[in-house]
């Protein structure tokens, strides 16, 4: 059914509620040792991907072996080798932020000297020693975040699930989430990350499966599933409306392809194959025929461009049916 290295390997999971299919057939692998990202509008299937691959909820129909066990004959085995952050912070907002991991530690069924030993070794490791006796409720977003991660790995999972970890953080507390996530894979640790923030994707996941109407409808890298919309494009932003189409000829010579215009911000789009040279080339005669230029650059399509174009929309109407 999988390499024997998979840390998830899901074949035609189905679920539905009534008319809903959240689930259509999601065929899913994830390779270890990485952020690997679930994208996809509102109401794609992936929270209920999520807590179907994370026991929380039985698939209708479909296979999967999560951390090398079939999720549906041995969810205990499985239950004891992942970990689950939702998108809110689960800590106790009374106790300290040290207590609050002494009590999961017990909780996991550790020894009072082990959990004592496992918090400070996670206090450290996210950078909140510091602010170890202080009650958890005064904590900011980002330290709570933190200390929900750092919860999530008391038992050293094989492999987190992360849904939506930064959604209300500002950018600093953000940048710290990020390299906590980072951390975590350097460690060894398999993230499942599932993300509104396609930045996020883009700076954190070495792969990722857009998923759309239950099913995975594209699969790959940042850079594959940018590619698959268009390459590298020759961007000029001209001074002058009436030199639109001198420029346009310029560009059409330069790169092989008539460019697009936009009269109204006087913007030249055009694809390249030899970036330098064709960027090199256009400075040149866009001067030499006495173009006046606002801006020029070499583009590259982001990955907001990639998932629009793969789903067809940038979200759906409804909601995802809960679990």
């Known amino acids: 059914m999988n390499r024997d290295d998979d840390v998830v ?8 509620y009534g008319d809903v299919h ?14 690997y990202g679930l ?13 179907a691959l994370s026991t929380l909820l039985r698939p209708d129909q479909g296979r999967a072996r999560v951390a090398g066990y079939d999720l549906l004959r041995q969810p205990h085995q499985v239950r004891e080798r992942i970990a689950l952050t939702g998108q809110y912070a689960a800590v106790d907002e009374i106790l300290s932020g040290r207590q609050n991991l002494i009590l999961f530690g017990r909780l996991n069924r550790l020894s009072a000297r082990q959990a004592k030993q ?14 170890a006796g202080r009650a958890a409720g005064q904590y900011s977003g980002g330290m709570r975040r933190r200390l929900d991660l750092a ?11 992360l849904d939506e970890p930064t959604t209300g953080l500002d950018p600093r507390s953000r940048n710290q989430v990020w390299e906590a996530v980072r951390s975590l894979v350097t460690a060894g640790t ?24 239950g099913r995975v409808v594209a699969e790959g890298t940042p850079d594959e599933l940018k590619s698959r919309i268009g390459g590298d494009r020759l ?21 092989g392809a008539a460019p697009e215009l936009d009269p109204e911000t006087r913007r030249l789009s055009a694809p390249v194959a030899d970036r ?23 583009r590259r399509p982001t990955l907001d461009e990639a998932f629009l174009q793969l789903t067809g929309a940038p979200q759906r109407t409804g909601q995802e049916v809960p679990a």
């Open 9 to 16: 390997v899901a074949e035609q999971l189905r679920k539905r």
């Open 22 to 35: 959240a689930l259509a057939g999601l065929d899913l692998r994830v390779p270890p040792g990485m952020v």
């Open 39 to 51: 994208l996809g509008p509102n109401g794609a299937g992936k929270t209920t991907a999520v807590r």
């Open 118 to 131: 496992r918090a400070d070794e996670l206090l450290g490791r996210f950078d909140l020693t510091a602010a």
């Open 151 to 161: 919860v999530s790995l008391i038992r050293r999972p094989q492999l987190l699930f």
């Open 190 to 213: 398999t993230v499942l990350l599932t993300t509104q923030y396609l930045e996020e994707a883009d700076q954190l996941a070495a792969r990722l499966a857009v998923i759309d109407s």
């Open 235 to 255: 961007e000029v932003v001209v001074h002058d409306r009436e030199q639109l189409d001198l420029a346009a000829g310029i560009l059409g010579r330069i790169c």
């Open 276 to 298: 330098i040279g064709a960027l090199t080339a256009a400075v040149r005669s866009l001067s030499e025929a006495q173009v006046a230029v606002v801006d020029i650059g070499l």
